[in-house]
């Protein structure tokens, strides 16, 4: 070996120092650092793990959320269906009671047009008597041809009509 100019105590001692030197930078460098590494994976793999279940959890919110979606759909159609048929049953009762107001009121105006049309018989009744009672009460007064006759009750008939009309 001191052919090759290596020393064997200086070898020796050298290996020796390495192996030191390996041991200490093991025990006070090398040991840390992998621990802090071996903490950080064990971090990350716990993120890694917790994003899972959240992912999970918002997958089975949106699942929750979509069933209470369709159900206040569904509920909502429900209100809509009901809302209708209400309405259709407001306005049944409002089309028939509008039908009994207006069949009643026809009633009552064709009472009071029977009624007045009784009384306006009744008032021409009574005038066309007034008259054949003065038309005759003329001709029994006064004893005249045909001719004034009809003249006379022309006459009596005019005057009678002209203050109606007016």
Avoid: C, H
């Avoid at 809509?80 to 407001?90: D, M």
């Avoid at 066309?128 to 007064?141: H, K, P, S």
């Avoid at 041809?145 to 109606?164: F, H, M, Y």
């Amino acid at each position: 070996m001191d052919q090759l100019g290596i020393n064997g105590w200086q070898l020796a001692v050298q290996m020796v120092a390495f192996i030191i030197f390996v041991f200490l930078l093991w025990r006070f460098a090398l040991k840390p650092i992998v621990g802090v590494l071996d903490q950080r994976q064990a971090r990350i793999s716990e993120s890694m793990s917790a994003a899972e279940r959240m992912q999970q959890e918002l997958k089975e919110t949106q699942a929750r959320n979509e069933e209470v979606l369709q159900q206040a759909r569904r509920e909502a159609q429900d209100v809509l269906v009901t809302a209708r048929q209400n309405a259709e049953q407001i306005e049944a009762r409002a089309r028939e009671k509008a039908d009994a107001a207006a069949n009643e009121f026809l009633t009552r105006a064709q009472e009071t047009l029977r009624q007045e049309t009784a009384q306006a018989r009744q008032a021409l009744r009574q005038e066309v008597g007034d008259l054949a009672v003065t038309a005759a009460g003329r001709i029994l007064r006064k004893e005249i041809d045909p001719d004034a006759q009809r003249s006379i009750i022309e006459s009596t008939l005019a005057e009678a009509s002209g203050p109606n009309q007016a």
